[in-house]
């Protein structure tokens, strides 16, 4: 079997030549069920799905034993046509074996994937960009800018168009932090005091967890926003 890469298929008449109408999702950065951003891409997903007769199966198990060390094998059982991967968290070497089997991938809200695998995403770049212009057009110009997780392409071109945006209007764009790790514990607090000593007076945040905690250790600073 080993030999053969033989992978063990859900039904025996199945074969690579038989169409399930069927596509896997794979949930990876985010939760389809609790978080705000996943039950948005979910609804989309089955919009789509609708429109051209598909059903979608949510791809939940993790690996079976007899499969360690070789991941792809849980994808390949031909249960369905191709695999949408969500916010993919270390998947390159996953999603890179399963083109050379030609199989169908697309990732979502990341373009950090190999060759082959195609990639829808949002503007990240001109929401940030559109973000940072309101804040000047509201006469600010000492804007401090708090990133997510750089790791990620999306976190990426969100700190990319807030710097696009303040060089475009002759503003220094040095102060952006570039440690994501303050989200933890009470990081958030050392961030506002050196927010105050930078005498910034707005903040882009890369997203609406990032805004939150800052604005939580604002108020318990005694500090209004947008006062």
Not at 85 to 91: D, K, L, W, Y
Not at 205 to 227: G, H
Request: glycine share 8%; hydrophobic share 40%.
């Amino acid at each position: 079997m080993r030999e053969l890469d033989y992978i063990p298929v859900r039904a025996s008449r199945q074969s690579r030549h038989v169409q399930t109408h069927v596509i896997g999702v794979v949930f990876d950065e985010i939760d389809a069920a609790t978080d705000f951003w996943g039950l948005m891409t979910l609804r989309g997903l089955r919009e789509g799905a609708l429109q051209f007769g598909y059903d979608l199966l949510l791809m939940l198990r993790p690996a079976p034993q007899w499969a360690e060390g070789r991941e792809e094998t849980q994808y390949l059982d031909r249960r369905s046509d191709g695999l949408i991967f969500v916010a993919p968290n270390n998947r390159h070497d996953l999603l890179a074996s399963l083109v050379r089997r030609q199989i169908p991938v697309v990732a979502c809200h990341d373009t950090d994937v190999p060759r082959g695998v195609a990639h829808v995403v949002a503007d990240n770049t001109g929401a940030a960009r559109m973000a940072t212009e309101y804040l000047i057009s509201k006469g600010h110009t000492r804007i401090a800018y708090l990133p997510g997780n750089l790791g990620k392409s999306y976190f990426q071109h969100r700190r990319d168009g807030f710097i696009k945006a303040m060089t475009a209007a002759k503003l220094n764009p040095n102060f952006v932090m570039e440690n994501s790790g303050w989200l933890e514990g009470g990081g958030a607090r050392e961030v506002l005091a050196g927010l105050q000593k930078g005498k910034a007076s707005a903040v882009v945040c890369a997203n609406d967890s990032v805004a939150f905690k800052l604005w939580d250790a604002a108020r318990e600073n005694k500090l209004r926003v947008p006062q």
